[in-house]
């Protein structure tokens, strides 16, 4: 079982409305979780952290944790073409990183 | 502030030969680690370095070596190249200390092996 699962998509939603990206975890222990974008050809950038349960909005997007089901997602509300990228869901296990694969996102205009 | 500087962006390598790739990170951050990426295996995690000290290794041949130096700069080495080694190499920075605050990559070394 890999540490961190997420579809790999592609996922594809219209412009202007909510994208919705899930990150699924093993290890109950994990401290630390974070959201990075990739465009093709470019490096991840990071996006979003978030440290406990519930959500963490900034500015069109909300990150929500639950570490009893061991989730993470990412919603990007108002989707713009230019949000079309892979996402990718990093978990942090004393000072381990480990990503998971990333999801595709496509917005179409 | 500077961010994390890789050097050089893209590199053409011959089977056989050996690399050696740079990573500078940002001022302060102690912790360098190395990602391998290609386009069917996303991800893959080399080696982070702490202060000087591996701290973590993941599954790659002892081809695979890395260093860090006291000013937390970074050199990773592939040698003896296959062709599957051709890919994206990262570098990412963060303080270190608990891994709460995120990593920050480099831009990335672009290594073709013909």
């Known amino acids: 079982q890999k540490e961190v699962e997420q579809n790999s998509g592609p996922l594809s939603v219209p412009e202007g409305a909510i994208a919705s990206l899930n990150c699924t975890y093993s290890?109950?222990?994990?401290?630390?979780f974070f959201w990075y974008r990739q465009y093709s050809g470019k490096s991840p950038e990071l996006i979003m952290s978030?440290?406990?349960?519930g959500d963490k909005e900034d500015g069109r997007f909300t990150a929500q944790l639950n570490k009893a089901s061991q989730y993470v997602s990412l919603l990007i509300r108002d989707s713009q073409p230019s949000d079309s990228a892979t996402y990718l869901c990093?978990?942090?296990?004393?000072?381990?990183?480990?990503f998971g694969s990333g999801t595709k996102l496509n917005v179409k205009p | 502030k500077a961010g994390v500087t890789q050097t050089p962006r893209y590199l053409i390598k011959t089977r056989g030969q050996q690399v050696t790739l740079s990573c500078s990170p940002i001022?302060?951050?102690?912790?360098v680690s190395w990602y391998q990426q290609t386009p069917g295996q996303g991800l893959q995690f080399l080696f982070e370095?702490?202060?000087?000290?591996?701290?973590n290794k993941g599954n790659f041949p002892g081809r695979f070596s890395g260093r860090q130096f006291s000013n937390s700069r970074s050199e990773m080495n592939v040698s003896t190249l296959e062709l599957g080694d051709s890919a994206l190499y990262l570098c990412?920075?963060?303080?270190?200390?608990?891994?709460?605050?995120?990593?920050?990559f480099g831009s990335g070394t672009r290594l073709t092996v013909v």
């Open positions: 990093a978990v942090v296990n004393f000072n381990k990183f480990y």
């Open positions: 978030i440290y406990s349960n």
């Open positions: 370095y702490f202060s000087e000290t591996q701290r």
């Open positions: 290890d109950r222990v994990s401290q630390s």
């Open positions: 001022s302060g951050h102690r912790s």
């Open positions: 990412a920075s963060s303080l270190g200390v608990t891994g709460n605050d995120g990593y920050t």
